[in-house]
C-alpha cells in the first residue's frame, strides 16, 4: 500500500493489483478532508486511514463511495462521523448485500473453498487474501443524482454520475483545478475490466466524458495511475471486444466460445485476461435484447466460465 501525492494536497492510495479485490482509494487534503472510496476489509481500511494521518491527523469530513462494490465501500464503518456521498443506485445496492450479510457470506467461503466448483473456487481462493470479519455494512448518508458540487476549500470538485457503466451507482471525481479524476471503476489500467453489470454505450459514453477534461493525472480503480492514452487504450479494448463479440454472436457461437475465438493481441498481458468473458457476455445480453441491463444474472456460472475460458487458453 502506499500513499502518492498527485497534485498539491491530492492523494492517491494505491495497493498492486493482486486480482480482485485489490483497489485503489485517494485522499484531498482540503475541506477538512475528502476520503475517496474504502479497502475490501477493515484491515486494509485502518492501514489506509494510517497513512491519511501522516497527511492530516482529523478525520475525513467526507467520503465519497464511487459505486458499490464492497472492494470501494466495506470500509464505511470507520468513516461513521463523516458525511458518506453516493449515489442513490450505489446505496441500493449496498442495502441489498447489508440484507444478505454478503461479508459475512464471504467470510464463511474463504474457510471452506474446496465445497465450490472449479472457476467458483478460484475466486473464493483470491477471497482469502481479505478478512470479512467484523464488517458492519454502512449506508451512504448523503445521496445524490446526477451532479454534485463541492468547494474544498475554494477549490471546485465535481461529483458526476456516469452510470449504469461499471455498475449501477458509478460517480467519478474530479478535481478540475488539480487536473486529477478519481475515476473508480470506469477505468482499470494494466488488468483486464469486469463488465457484467451496466452497459458498454454508457462505459464508453464515461471513458468520452473523462477524456473531455483532460487530466493529468487518472487514479484507475485498478492498477498503476494512468492518464488520457491510457484510458483511450481501455476505451479500444472495450470496442474491440464489443466488435468481435458481434460478429461471433452473428455466426451463432455461445458467449464462451466467441470469448476462446478473441485474439486479445496486446491486450493479453493485461491481468485476469479471461475476464474477457464477462464483457462478450454482457454485449450478448445487449445483442438479444430480451432482458434489462440490470436483469439478475448467474455469478457462479459467470466465474465458473471464465475458468473454462483460462483453461483453454493454458492448453493451447
Not at 493482486?18 to 478532508?33: D, H, K, Q, Y
Amino acid at each position: 500500500m502506499e500513499l502518492k501525492e498527485i497534485a498539491k494536497d491530492v492523494y492517491a492510495c494505491l495497493q498492486e493489483d493482486r486480482g480482485i479485490g485489490w483497489n485503489n482509494a485517494g485522499f484531498v487534503n482540503l475541506g477538512g478532508g475528502l476520503a475517496i472510496d474504502t479497502f475490501y476489509d477493515l484491515n486494509r481500511t485502518k492501514q489506509m486511514i494510517e497513512l491519511y494521518k501522516t497527511i492530516s491527523p482529523t478525520p475525513a469530513r467526507r467520503l465519497v463511495n464511487t459505486h458499490h462494490n464492497g472492494d470501494h465501500t466495506w470500509g464505511n464503518q470507520l468513516f461513521q462521523d463523516s458525511e458518506i456521498i453516493a449515489h442513490r443506485l450505489c446505496a441500493e445496492e449496498i442495502e441489498k448485500e447489508k440484507k444478505r450479510n454478503l461479508p459475512g457470506l464471504f467470510q464463511k467461503w474463504i474457510q471452506n473453498p474446496e465445497v465450490f466448483p472449479p472457476g467458483m473456487k478460484q475466486f473464493v481462493v483470491g477471497l482469502s487474501q481479505f478478512d470479512f470479519s467484523g464488517i458492519e455494512l454502512t449506508l451512504p448518508n448523503h445521496l445524490i443524482e446526477d451532479r454534485f458540487d463541492l468547494e474544498l476549500d475554494g477549490y471546485p470538485c465535481q461529483l458526476i454520475y456516469v452510470g449504469p457503466a461499471h455498475t449501477s451507482g458509478d460517480i467519478i471525481v474530479y478535481l478540475p483545478e488539480h487536473k486529477v479524476i478519481f475515476a473508480g471503476d470506469i477505468v482499470f489500467w494494466k488488468c483486464t475490466p469486469i463488465g457484467w453489470e451496466g452497459t458498454h454505450d454508457k462505459w464508453i459514453e464515461a471513458l468520452d466524458l473523462v477524456l473531455s477534461f483532460e487530466p493529468e493525472v487518472i487514479v484507475s480503480g485498478h492498477g498503476p495511475l494512468c492518464g488520457v492514452n491510457e484510458v483511450k487504450e481501455l476505451r479500444a479494448y472495450f470496442e474491440f471486444v464489443y466488435s468481435e463479440a458481434k460478429r461471433f454472436f452473428n455466426e451463432g457461437l455461445d458467449p464462451l466460445e466467441a470469448s476462446k475465438k478473441i485474439n486479445l493481441g496486446p491486450y493479453t498481458d493485461w491481468t485476469e485476461p479471461e475476464r474477457l468473458f464477462f464483457n462478450v457476455n454482457r454485449a450478448y445480453r445487449e445483442f438479444r435484447n430480451v432482458e434489462p441491463w440490470d436483469a439478475p444474472f448467474n455469478a457462479l456460472d459467470l466465474f465458473s466460465k471464465c475458468n473454462e475460458l483460462r483453461i483453454h487458453w493454458d492448453g493451447i
